[in-house]
């Protein structure tokens, strides 16, 4: 038995080889030294593994078949690529502009495809109508009237045969049929978006079409009875199944998102009281409100670089109350709001009220400059909507608020600074 058991063992190590490999070259003046690599589920980037840097190249080994979206992401620097696996392997490279990534060049067959599928798509969208407009001012015999009309030309030509690619064939067919713009798109029913939803392949899940399909679904129609259409998507795709469960955590995330408070209390519920067996993607989104809601303990941060602060972490900073701000100096509202906290600190640090803000800035200069003039704690990790107090903290536009208490619970999330001096009574 042992010896059948070691023969069956090699045959498994084989079958779990990688699938595919992700080949990434970079210059020598990109100085990143470690590289992330993320398949999707949904709108949420899964880990999928990590690699560090060998010369100027990157070689990153999947272990599991995985055909769709594909993101590497460079944590030292807080910038990224996107790219599809057809569960090939997958070969770039690029250039860099002040640590800024550009003209990345995909060197294989099924990214090349899509990256020329996208830029025709992104031009018809928003270049063809401007450039239809400049034909008739222009004579079609002069050079540039002829130039206009090429390029016309190219954006209204069809695509490359992609038949051979299924998940640029997928993602191509159906982008263009529910969520392309165009005076001359057919007005979309909910049936269409349905059956899109319930027949598709596991392709959906990993083509990023799943959250912006669901907001047409919610935009289709007067919306006169939004619940009775969420209720009619929810039974037709089985809340019980996976796929049905990844869409009942996207549709709490929307109406988080869009701040349809109502809605996303009633389906968060139906959520949290499923009896079934429930998957990691709707567990995440549970977990995650579970901890942010009223009363909850608010989860410890760790700090990175903290100013004006000797504590390590925000459980270490003490305090009768606690006002946690998330926000970044390129926030237009919070420019707006920041300058009435500013005024009541000083009240507030009087009865002992301490405001810890929480950047999600990508640019150290940016957020150096902005934050030499905040008088409280301040910390960043530099990462923009990469940071992890993102996902943690439930965090879906900037500034977020939430007021706790000395022992860390929370008891209010107000919408706006004017609301926590209210709450606070500083008035």
Not at 96 to 107: F, N, P, S, T, W
Not at 204 to 217: D, F, I, N, Q, T
Not at 378 to 387: C, I
Not at 401 to 414: G, R, V, W
Request: charged share 25%.
């Amino acid at each position: 038995m042992k010896k059948i058991f070691g023969i069956a063992c090699l045959s498994l190590i084989n079958t779990i080889s990688a699938q595919f490999k992700v080949f990434v070259e970079a210059p020598a003046a990109f100085t990143p030294n470690e590289v992330y690599l993320y398949s999707l589920n949904g709108s949420k980037d899964i880990l999928n593994t990590k690699e560090i840097r060998k010369g100027n190249t990157w070689q990153l080994n999947v272990a599991k078949p995985y055909t769709g979206m594909m993101k590497l992401y460079f944590p030292e620097q807080n910038v990224s690529i996107n790219f599809i696996s057809e569960n090939k392997d997958v070969k770039l490279k690029f250039q860099v502009d002040q640590g800024k990534i550009k003209d990345v060049e995909y060197l294989d067959e099924s990214n090349s495809v899509m990256n020329n599928i996208q830029d025709i798509q992104q031009k018809k969208e928003f270049i063809l109508p401007a450039l239809v407009q400049m034909k008739s001012y222009y004579k079609d015999s002069s050079d540039f009237g002829k130039a206009v009309n090429a390029e016309i030309a190219r954006l209204n030509s069809k695509p490359a045969d992609i038949a051979k690619h299924p998940f640029i064939s997928f993602y191509n067919t159906n982008y263009s049929r529910f969520l392309e713009k165009g005076a001359t798109q057919k007005v979309l029913t909910h049936e269409e978006i349905i059956d899109f939803l319930t027949k598709s392949n596991d392709m959906l899940e990993s083509s990023s079409l799943l959250r912006p399909v669901l907001v047409a679904y919610l935009n289709v129609g007067p919306n006169t009875n939004i619940t009775s259409d969420i209720d009619a998507l929810l039974k037709a795709v089985n809340v019980e199944t996976p796929r049905g469960q990844t869409i009942l955590s996207e549709l709490i995330e929307i109406f988080d998102a869009y701040d349809m408070k109502d809605l996303k209390e009633k389906y968060l519920t139906e959520a949290t009281n499923l009896k079934c067996t429930i998957n990691d993607r709707l567990s995440a989104t549970i977990a995650t409100n579970k901890n942010t809601e009223m009363g909850a303990v608010f989860p410890n941060y760790v700090f990175k670089q903290p100013s004006n602060t000797s504590a390590k972490s925000i459980a270490d900073v003490k305090a009768a109350k606690k006002v946690i701000i998330f926000w970044a100096s390129t926030c237009s509202h919070c420019e707006k709001e920041l300058p009435t906290i500013i005024e009541k600190y000083a009240a507030m640090k009087v009865q002992n009220i301490q405001v810890i803000a929480l950047s999600l800035d990508s640019e150290k200069a940016a957020y150096d400059n902005k934050v030499k003039d905040l008088p409280w704690i301040n910390d960043s990790e530099l990462k923009g909507w990469n940071s992890s107090y993102v996902d943690q903290y439930n965090v879906h536009a900037t500034p977020t608020y939430f007021i706790l208490d000395s022992a860390d619970k929370i008891i209010a999330k107000p919408d706006h600074a004017a609301d926590v001096i209210k709450f606070l009574k500083l008035n």
